[in-house]
Nanobody
Framework: QVQLVESGGGLVQPGGSLRLSCAGS????????VAWFRQAAGKEREGVAC???????AYEDSVEGRLTISREHSKNTVDLQMNNLKPEDTDIYYC???????????????????WGQGTQVTVSS
């Protein structure tokens, strides 16, 4: 079992930046495949970024170049740096872990076994 806790969400103006962190109960020992998803009310959950067991990365097309996922060993977190935020980035952001150690990562929800509770990101002037 892996417990996940997201932090770093908040209110930011369009064009601003936020840095989300996902802390995992076993991240110090296990370099799991981790992904960030987002979901707005009434919409399906959407994968935006992932990092594999071997640190390969993938991004959803609409966030490419604006979002960066990284594994922060000093903090035992997987972070999502979000730059040039747009109102359409407003969502609840979740991190998720794939318990199988793979050298690739997927943005498909079904690939992930453990989920955090989410952190709200609101982009508004």
């Amino acid at each position: 079992q892996v417990q996940l806790v997201e932090s770093g969400g908040g209110l930011v103006q369009p064009g601003g930046s936020l840095r989300l962190s996902c802390a995992g109960s076993t991240f110090a020992e296990d370099y799991y495949t981790v992904a960030w998803f987002r979901q707005a009310a009434g919409k399906e959950r959407e994968g935006v970024a992932c990092i594999s067991h071997t640190d390969m990365r993938a991004y959803e097309d609409s966030v490419e170049g604006r979002l960066t996922i990284s594994r922060e060993h000093s903090k035992n977190t997987v972070d999502l740096q979000m730059n040039n935020l747009k109102p359409e980035d407003t969502d609840i952001y979740y991190c998720a872990v794939d318990k199988n150690f793979k050298n690739y990562c997927s943005l498909l929800e079904d690939e992930y076994d453990y989920w955090g509770q989410g952190t709200q990101v609101t982009v508004s002037s």
